[in-house]
């Protein structure tokens, strides 16, 4: 099994950027499928973007789309998340989350994924 904690996530003002690092231990990490979802107070959690197991394949939602760039390094066992020109929008607990199977464009639904980490808030003020 896979053990997943994120770091990298705080406040940060409209337009700004953050970087958000996913660690993973336990588990063969470079088999392992990547996804980042976030999930706002009273919403429901939603997929932002996913990579496979080798990187070459990457999805984004649209509202996420040019401005976050999912990347990760197998060598560390560490996934990556770039949120550059932030908006108030993207407040939301970030989560990380992995599963043994690439799904293409369907992994970023949330349900295809085994194992999360315990979520880092992002806030972003205007």
């Known amino acids: 099994q896979v053990q997943l904690v994120e770091s990298g996530g705080g406040s940060v003002q409209a337009g700004g950027s953050l970087r958000l690092s996913c660690a993973a231990t336990g588990g063969t990490y470079r088999r392992y499928s990547m996804g980042w979802f976030r999930q706002a107070p009273g919403k429901e959690r939603e997929g932002v973007s996913c990579?496979?197991?080798?990187?070459?394949?990457?999805y984004y939602a649209d509202s996420v789309k040019g401005r976050f760039t999912i990347s990760r390094d197998n060598a560390k066992n560490t996934l990556y998340l770039q949120m550059n020109s932030l908006k108030p929008e993207d407040t939301a607990m970030y989560y990380c989350?992995?599963?043994?199977?690439?799904?293409?464009?369907?992994?970023?639904?949330?349900?295809?994924?085994?194992?999360w980490g315990q979520g880092i808030q992002v806030t972003v003020s205007s």
């Open positions: 990579i496979s197991w080798s990187g070459g394949s990457t």
């Open positions: 989350a992995a599963t043994q199977r690439w799904y293409g464009v369907d992994c970023l639904g949330s349900s295809n994924y085994n194992y």
